[in-house]
């Protein structure tokens, strides 16, 4: 099977899922129906990497094709939804995708419709009622996918701790900017903790680990699982933290720098901050986090980033991480179209634009 093939189904499935639940919705009323709409169009994008990582963890554990585990891979989907949903509320993020995020497109429903009130607490509210939403449904799909019920607790005890340290993460990298130069110590094994746990594990390692629950892999196949996802997970998160500062705004949805007005404390800005001379410091903490950085700006940190030999630092880390993830699924005893699919996520993980 084709890596096209699978995206068209979950797609799909999503379409379909939906479809039904804007039917739930109008028996609410015909106004629930911008949550159902502005998710559906939220979820049009994205590079279906996670139930990619599943049903190919489905497959290398020797399962045959599956609609049900496309169903419950598209579960997954869901969750990533919540996840961008509250994290750009988080982050007062304006754009996802290319498109205005969720708050700011219901804030502007409400003030297009002159609704009384304050159209940015409206967006906000109404944002956090969709992402609660798409958390009821990845756990709605993944138990309703038509997998055998003795699968799907299988892969139960990975779904739920999957979800319970995303959170975990998030909460971990908000705590980092909230306590910002506070703790100079360790900070970049922080920045490291907050990658692996708000990413690299739901990302790619635990999506992985899933399929295999739900195929019913042995201990063995697992943990090789693991040895390769987690190592990747990590890269993708480090190039995401790239395209977050240096990314073309085009290509990625998102404005250029918006991880520096946010003043992310990332892998890329810990190295930088350690590495730098001390004006390059003094910069760095003065303008990091500024909503109102402009392009001059940004311009300036990227070229301290740069000069301290961050960025550098941070592709060949990447790199490292790469070859660790490949080695591992060298040494999967798998067929060779899942690993030459694997394989092939692997790379696209790790030198995507977007």
């Given at each position: ?14 379409t ?15 106004d ?8 559906a ?9 996670r ?9 290398a ?5 599956d ?12 969750f990533q939804?919540?996840?961008l ?12 995708r ?10 502007a ?10 159209s ?33 607790v299988?892969g139960?005890?990975?779904f ?14 908000l ?8 703790r ?6 922080r ?7 708000k990413?690299?594990?739901?990302s ?7 399929g ?11 943990a090789?699982?693991s040895?390769y ?46 590495r ?15 909503p ?10 990227r ?6 030999g ?24 798998v067929?060779e179209?899942s690993?030459s ?14």
């Open positions: 099977m084709k890596i096209e093939d699978l995206r068209t189904r979950v797609h799909e499935t999503i379909e899922f939906l479809r039904v639940q804007e039917r739930v919705l109008a028996e609410v009323s015909d629930c129906l911008p949550l159902v709409r502005y998710v169009d939220l979820m049009d994008g994205g590079k279906r990497l139930p990619a990582f599943c049903y190919w963890a489905w497959r554990a020797g399962r045959p094709d609609p049900a585990l496309v169903a419950a891979a598209a579960a997954l989907e869901f939804a919540a996840a949903i509250h994290d750009d509320i988080m982050d007062g993020s304006d754009t996802r290319g498109a205005p995020a969720m708050h700011r497109r219901f804030a429903l409400h003030r297009g419709n002159d609704w009384s009130g304050d940015d607490r409206f967006g906000a509210s109404t944002a956090i009622l969709a992402g609660d939403l798409c958390l009821t449904w990845s756990d709605e799909l993944y138990t309703g996918s038509g997998l055998h019920p003795a699968a799907l299988r139960r005890a990975v739920d701790r999957m979800r319970t340290q995303l959170m975990g993460g998030q909460y971990l990298d705590l980092e900017q909230a306590t910002a130069g506070r100079p110590d360790g900070a970049l094994d920045a490291r903790r907050v990658v692996r746990f990413s690299a594990k739901y790619v390692e635990q999506p992985l680990l899933l295999g629950r739900l195929a019913g892999a042995g201990d063995d196949l697992l090789g699982l040895a996802g987690l190592p990747l997970g990590e890269a993708f998160q480090l190039r995401d933290d790239i395209l977050g500062v240096f990314g073309d705004a085009a290509r990625t949805g998102k404005p250029a720098g918006d991880d520096l007005r946010e003043g992310k404390r990332t892998v890329l800005v810990a190295l930088a901050l350690d730098a001379d001390a004006a390059g410091q003094a910069t760095l903490r003065s303008l990091l986090g500024d109102g950085l402009g392009a001059d700006g940004v311009e300036t940190l070229e301290i980033i740069t000069g301290a961050a960025l550098d630092a941070v592709e060949t880390m990447i790199g490292e991480l790469l070859d660790r993830s490949l080695t591992a699924l060298g040494g999967l005893p067929d179209t690993r699919v694997l394989a092939a996520l692997a790379q696209a993980a790790t030198g995507r634009t977007s």
